[in-house]
């Protein structure tokens, strides 16, 4: 859910460990109704995702080294309000030289039903109940972006790992959706801390520093000024003196 605008589709159900006969494509993106919004609160960590938005892959391959999220109920709000905190550590995980950053972006959801919520910040978004494993958190989303409208699968789950059973669920519902293949997460990269500024907070944090830096070039520059004349003119005043 990196912070698109889309409309998406939140599952929570045991995969079977049989089938009888094949599930079709109907049957694996079949929305789901919660019996209780409950269901969905709490942290739920990024294990894949999958999207046919331009580049996407290569971005989360490149930058995206591990993401969370926290979905709470606001005190003091009715039941239909959620809160979704997206903790994101953006660095070069395929290249042990560089470490990670975090950042946190807060929005807001609108439950509409039991299988329908929207938010308009940052983006519009509408999320529907997908089928997948009993700890997880599915989520189809499709946004607008210059004229066109893309779609995302990202999974979610209580664990870090997942067994191959599951995962081939999720890929089998990858392709219902004529998705490119999904990108994974190393679940043994560390998560970023529940403490992670607002993004916007470290955006304005940025914005202050460069400020005071820029205030203090007229001083920086009449400093080494100062310096070089001195450096030039001392030798003569000691010759000379």
């Known amino acids: 859910m990196l912070a698109v605008c889309v409309t998406v589709v939140l599952g929570l159900l045991s995969v079977s460990g049989s089938q009888a006969a094949p599930l079709t494509c109907e049957d694996l993106l079949r929305p789901l109704e919660l019996s209780s919004v409950n269901q969905t609160l709490g942290k739920w960590v990024y294990i894949a995702e999958s999207s046919d938005r331009p580049f996407w892959e290569q971005i989360l391959y490149t930058l995206l080294h591990s993401a969370w999220i926290e979905v709470s109920v606001p005190v003091g709000t009715q039941n239909n309000i959620l809160d979704i905190a997206q903790f994101h ?3 070069i995980p395929h290249q042990n030289t560089f470490g990670f950053g975090c950042s946190r972006i807060n929005s807001n959801f609108t439950l509409h039903d039991n299988s329908t919520w929207t938010s308009v910040s940052p983006i519009p978004v509408t999320e529907v109940l997908l089928t ?4 997880c958190l599915l ?3 499709k946004w607008g972006e210059d ?4 779609t995302s ?3 979610y789950s209580r664990r870090r790992e997942l067994t191959a059973t599951e995962l081939d669920f999720y890929k089998k519902q990858v392709d219902c959706l004529s998705l490119p293949p999904a990108t994974f997460i190393d679940p043994k990269k560390d998560l970023c801390l529940d403490t ?20 203090e070039i007229p001083r920086m520059l009449r400093n080494a000024f100062e310096e070089l004349k001195n450096s030039v003119y001392q030798p003569f005043s000691d010759i000379f003196g």
């Open 132 to 135: 997948t494993c009993s700890d």
């Open 196 to 215: 992670t500024p607002l993004l916007e907070d470290q955006i304005a944090k940025e914005v202050e520093n460069a400020v005071e830096l820029i205030s």
């Open 139 to 141: 989520t189809l989303e």
């Open 153 to 155: 699968l990202t999974l």
């Open 89 to 91: 550590g953006f660095g």
């Open 147 to 150: 004229g066109k409208t893309y």
